[in-house]
Structures are given as structure tokens and as C-alpha cells.
């Protein structure tokens, strides 16, 4: 049997085919136009999703479910979205629509949630059954697995561990909140940092690697500026992962799972990142003595997270 993984975002439609052990077999996509009716986009969801099972030359029979992942607070139980800021979606019943065109069973849940999934089933986590996946994105996506499954509370609104307060009236957050872990170690975080540094510090050679134009600036720029042995730069990725690690071990203390999976692209700074982590989060979690701890690993799912978590939600 195969599946069907939907990863709905604000600007694309992305739609895969997923075996049982969640390989992706086949994908495409179309762009959201997120400013339609949620009818005009969930036309295009079905419309693409029959163009990837024709394309691959699957019968819908061999189809075993559909799983959609949305930004946003879902009711799964009515396959309902609830709410979500980056699309106009409100109460849409994003199930029964998708079921005028494509008659199988529908599943729905939030896209971090699905990423997590995805590293759970076939990701860094496979062979653990309780993780949690964050993803340092422009906000921080929070996705926690129990036993194999996800878990999302009694309203589907969990595992928003990206608005756990870690700095008391620190800086505004865009949920309303202030000192939210989003708001310090995120990539919008880093990238903030840099340019409050470098505008500091005119002699940072941050400032000498985006030419004198902070708008240059990206999630990578301080790391950058530390290899090259700038101490302006080396103060800001030493604090940025302290905050990483704030958050981590938050998370950690609260679920204690068996490993902890970092996805976006500050994971591209490897071991540069990892070993100061792990150091700083090992040292403050409530393991003690031969308590075994958690292991941080990176994700390995990419941007295909989404497609292969939503599918694996029917498995």
C-alpha cells in the first residue's frame, strides 16, 4: 500500500507518495495563491494529488489514506483547520472538501507535528519511540512523539515549545508574549543579533563580510565572522546557542525523550553548532550521575519532512 502526504504551506502545495516505510516514491507541487477560497485550494490540493498518483501510474485503489499537514491549529478528530495565521483558513473543513474529490479516508494534523513524525518513522529518531524535533526556522517549529505517536494535547494545540518564556519580559514575541524561545533563538533571532552586534561594532568584520549592507545579513553571518576568528561574531553564536540550549533543556526536563532532533538550516554549521550544544544542554538537564541522557542529533529529512509525516499520519 502507498500514501498520500500533503505539506500545505503559504506558498506552495507540495504532494509526495510514501511507501510503508516512508520512502518517497514520487512529489510535486503547485504554488498556494493563499489569498483564494479555501474551496479554489483545496481543488488544486486534489488536482495535484491526482496528477502525482497518474504520473507514477498507481491505482487509487492501492491508495491507503490521504494526511495533510497545515500550519496552524487543526481539530483532527473533525479533520477541521481551526485557525491559522498564514493561510485565510478558519473552521475549514479541509477533510469533507478533499473528500468531494478524492474519495478516501483524510487525515489532518499541524506541519511540525508532521515533521516530527517523519524523523520518528524514518528519520534521525527511527529507532527511538519518544523524540522531540525542533526546526530553528524563521519561528521555531516544536513536534514531540510519544510512544511511537504524536502528541498534540486535548485540543491539538501542543507542542508549542517555540513560546516557552525563557527570558521574563524579554523581547516581543509575534504570538503576543515576550521572552519566548522563538524570539531568541530562531533564525529571525540570529539574524536580529548579528545586525544589533554589528551596528555596535563597526570594526566587526561583519560588517566587512555583507559589504556595509546589514540587510545582507543571514542566519549564517555571525558563524561566518567567528571562524574568521571576529570576536564580535564568536560572542554572538556563543550567546545564540546558549539560547538554543535554554529551550532544549525546558524541553528536555519536561519530556525526557530519548533524542532530541534539530532541523534548519543552522544545522549546516555541523559539530560548529552540535558540540558547544550538547555541552551546555548536558550540563543543565536533570540527569545526574548515570542517569542516561538524550541524544541531540540533526534531522535527516530535509524539506520532504512535511510530505512523508502527513502520509505516515494514516499508517
Known amino acids: 500500500m502507498y500514501y498520500i502526504g500533503i505539506d500545505l504551506g503559504g506558498t506552495n502545495i507540495a ?35 491526482l496528477k502525482v498518483i497518474g504520473d507514477k501510474g498507481i491505482d487509487l485503489k ?20 481551526v485557525y491559522s495565521c498564514n493561510l485565510n483558513f478558519d473552521n475549514t473543513p479541509i477533510r469533507d472538501e478533499l473528500q468531494k474529490y478524492i474519495d478516501l479516508p483524510v487525515y489532518l494534523e499541524n506541519d ?19 523524540s522531540i524535533t525542533i526546526t530553528l526556522g524563521t519561528g521555531i517549529g516544536g513536534g514531540i512523539v510519544i510512544n511511537n505517536k504524536v502528541y498534540s494535547g486535548f485540543n491539538f494545540a501542543g507542542s508549542e515549545i517555540g513560546h516557552m518564556v525563557i527570558v521574563s519580559d524579554g523581547v516581543q514575541c509575534t504570538c503576543g508574549r515576550k521572552g519566548c524561545w522563538e524570539a531568541y533563538a530562531s533564525a529571525t533571532a540570529i539574524i536580529r543579533q548579528t545586525k544589533e552586534a554589528a551596528l555596535k ?16 545579513v543571514d542566519a549564517k553571518t555571525a558563524f561566518d565572522a567567528a571562524r574568521l576568528g571576529d570576536k564580535v561574531g564568536e560572542q554572538v553564536v556563543k550567546q545564540y546557542i546558549k539560547y538554543i540550549a535554554e529551550g532544549l533543556s525546558n524541553s528536555i526536563n519536561a519530556f525526557m525523550p530519548a533524542a532530541v532532533i534539530i532541523g534548519g538550516g543552522v544545522c549546516k554549521e555541523g559539530e560548529y553548532l552540535l558540540k558547544p550544544l550538547r555541552e551546555m544542554v548536558y550540563s543543565d538537564i ?27 499520519l494514516g499508517k
Open 286 to 312: 536533570y540527569c545526574r550521575g548515570n542517569v542516561p541522557k538524550p541524544e541531540i542529533r540533526v534531522a535527516q529529512m530535509g524539506n520532504d519532512a512535511g510530505i512523508i509525516g502527513a502520509a505516515m
Open 62 to 81: 492501492d491508495i491507503k489514506s490521504i494526511g495533510i499537514g497545515s500550519p496552524g491549529t487543526p481539530n483532527s478528530s473533525e479533520g477541521i483547520l
Open 15 to 49: 504532494v509526495g507518495i510514501v511507501d510503508e516505510n516512508g520512502t518517497l516514491i514520487h512529489k510535486d507541487s503547485c504554488p498556494t495563491k493563499r489569498e483564494r477560497p479555501y474551496q479554489d485550494i483545496i481543488k488544486d490540493m486534489a488536482d495535484i494529488t
Open 201 to 216: 561594532n563597526p570594526d566587526s568584520k561583519i560588517n566587512e563580510l555583507v559589504g556595509g549592507d546589514l540587510n545582507k
Open 112 to 130: 511540525a507535528n508532521c515533521a516530527a513524525l517523519a524523523e520518528s518513522v524514518a528519520g534521525a529518531a527511527k529507532d527511538v519511540s519518544d
